[in-house]
């Protein structure tokens, strides 16, 4: 790799901060803490870019990355900037995030798999990985594991590329966001190359940030989604909730049918209404969604304060109370969907409650219509928000902000692998492809954890299971000419997407 400086060589490998991750993982966690402390899970790496692998000394680094995670503790510092920041984050959570550690050598399994039979500490190979152990402990390993893949990658295996004009780049693309009027925030912490690119990146944007305050353009950069930058540069963290919360409270319960409430339900029972308050659509497509989302929310789901706030028995008092009330709770999985609703009562719906909905598979214009016509159909008059974070450049983050905007919603954006993976080969100037990575909860409970979504590009999981639950939602298959994920980011040596 050609470092022009040498900076890079100084910089400290590898992951050094608990909060180097996505608030999202964050939040979720502490609901996991309240409603899920002794749920069982499992998660699968995925490589959707099969033709990008890592060498074996790529690897060797790799594992060697992870085993220090279990170094990683949160400050005082970063304490301290979660209770005056994050302020959702009850205070039971954040003394158990004090004392909170990874244990990569009991929670994960990796092998390396090569493709050849050369033995070769360059000879490449398919990187299995796999995450065990309590939810609540073991939520926090997809990002920084995505991060250090990317990182190896780009460390042994592709290394024609150096980081020259990123941070020029990032403020050049801050500046055309904002002039343009666009919201947006930086969401590339799980794809980006390395950790000195998301600085630079972050160095860009906040530059582009503060000239477009100066000239009063109605564009802004919002945040960014991890919180480690975030406190480094003076930022909002930004984020709600991710496809797993869904993904395995329905495995969990095996309710597929009302899944979606349920985590709309228990979400609200750990934050409060208004709070953290974007819902993610896709992960059962966005119908199954909708038909959740126009559902009153039971009168029960309310927030605590203090140290009840940690207890599933938290929510209501005695005038609330009824056999399924999360006041006195069961296990989620005992606590019935159908009752807890007052008939004199008078509750708002979901869609009321929540600020707007994150799009992030399928096609987002015709997204748009969807919502428009749900909203309408529902009398929500209330300009909503429209969050895209799915594979966004500057075009499609115009596109969809005009389109949203003639659709009355106000669009925000979620930037990632495009701000801190975005690279040319300096000896071809050819795009140097950023790899396709995920890592998805697969089990809960022990039973196998699914994603539809509104691309069949993203469904993950057992394929069978995937059937199974389409039959048992009508789910309607959807073609989009968007989708193909091997290709989203451009290809090995090719041009950009």
């Given at each position: 790799m050609v470092t022009n400086d040498g900076v890079a060589d100084a910089l400290p490998e590898g992951i050094?901060?608990?909060?180097?991750?996505?608030?999202?993982?964050?939040?979720?966690?502490?609901?996991?803490?309240?409603?899920?402390p002794d749920v069982q899970v499992t998660y699968a790496f995925t490589n959707r870019t099969p033709d990008m692998r890592l060498t074996l000394q790529a690897y060797k680094w790799l594992e060697e990355q992870i085993q220090k995670l279990?170094?990683?503790?949160?400050?005082?510092?970063e304490l301290k900037y979660l209770k005056t920041t994050c302020t959702y984050l009850n205070e039971p959570y954040l003394e158990f995030l004090t004392t909170f550690r990874l244990r990569p050598s009991e929670q994960i399994e990796m092998s390396f798999h090569p493709v050849s039979y050369i033995e070769s500490k360059e000879e490449?190979?398919?990187?299995?990985?796999?995450?065990?152990?309590?939810?609540?402990?073991?939520?926090?390993?997809?990002?920084?594991?995505?991060?250090?893949t990317s990182e190896a990658y780009f460390k042994f295996c592709d290394r024609d590329w150096n980081y020259s004009s990123q941070e020029e780049n990032a403020y050049q693309k801050g500046l055309r966001l904002t002039e343009h009027g666009c919201i947006f925030s930086e969401f590339g912490t799980r794809r980006r190359r390395d950790y000195r690119t998301q600085g630079l990146v972050m160095n860009g944007l906040k530059k582009a940030g503060q000239e477009a305050e100066n000239r009063d353009w109605k564009g802004k950069l919002s945040g960014t989604s991890n919180v480690h930058f975030a406190m480094k540069y003076g930022l909002s963290p930004v984020g709600t909730v991710a496809h797993e919360w869904f993904m395995a409270i329905a495995a969990y319960t095996d309710d597929y049918e009302h899944a979606t409430e349920t985590a709309l339900r228990y979400w609200i029972g750990c934050f409060g209404e208004g709070v953290l308050g974007?819902?993610?659509?896709?992960?059962?497509?966005?119908?199954?969604?909708?038909?959740?989302?126009?559902?009153?929310?039971?009168?029960?789901t309310t927030a605590a304060e203090g140290m009840a706030s940690i207890l599933p028995s938290a929510a209501g008092d005695a005038s609330t109370s009824t056999a399924g009330n999360l006041a006195r709770t069961k296990p989620p999985i005992a606590a019935p969907i159908d009752n807890g609703v007052k008939e004199e009562a008078q509750t708002q719906s979901y869609a009321q409650v929540f600020a707007g909905v994150r799009q992030d598979s399928g096609d987002p214009v015709g997204f748009l219509k969807q919502m428009r016509d749900?909203?309408?159909?529902?009398?929500?008059?209330?300009?909503?928000?429209?969050?895209?974070?799915?594979?966004?450049?500057?075009?499609?983050?115009?596109?969809?902000?005009?389109a949203a905007e003639e659709q009355g919603f106000q669009p925000t954006f979620g930037i990632g692998t495009f701000l801190t993976?975005?690279?040319?080969?300096?000896?071809?100037?050819?795009?140097?492809?950023?790899?396709?990575?995920?890592?998805?909860?697969?089990?809960?409970?022990?039973?196998?954890?699914?994603?539809?979504?509104?691309?069949?590009?993203?469904?993950?999981?057992?394929?069978?299971?995937?059937?199974?639950?389409?039959?048992?939602?009508?789910?309607?298959?959807?073609?989009?000419?968007?989708?193909?994920e091997t290709t989203r980011w451009g290809t090995k040596n090719g041009a950009a997407k």
């Open positions: 050094g901060s608990l909060l180097d991750t996505d608030l999202y993982k964050l939040t979720m966690q502490c609901a996991i803490l309240k409603y899920f279990n170094s990683i503790s949160l400050s005082s510092e490449v190979g398919d990187v299995h990985m796999t995450v065990k152990g309590l939810w609540v402990d073991t939520i926090l390993y997809e990002i920084p594991l995505l991060a250090l974007i819902a993610l659509t896709d992960t059962f497509g966005t119908p199954v969604f909708l038909d959740a989302f126009k559902r009153p929310v039971p009168i029960y749900f909203y309408d159909s529902q009398n929500i008059k209330d300009k909503k928000t429209i969050v895209f974070s799915d594979s966004l450049n500057i075009d499609r983050c115009l596109e969809y902000k005009q993976n975005d690279f040319l080969h300096t000896t071809s100037n050819k795009k140097s492809a950023p790899l396709n990575i995920v890592i998805k909860i697969s089990s809960a409970g022990g039973k196998p954890a699914i994603k539809i979504s509104d691309n069949i590009g993203k469904n993950t999981g057992d394929s069978e299971i995937v059937n199974e639950v389409k039959q048992r939602l009508g789910y309607v298959e959807k073609q989009w000419e968007g989708g193909d």
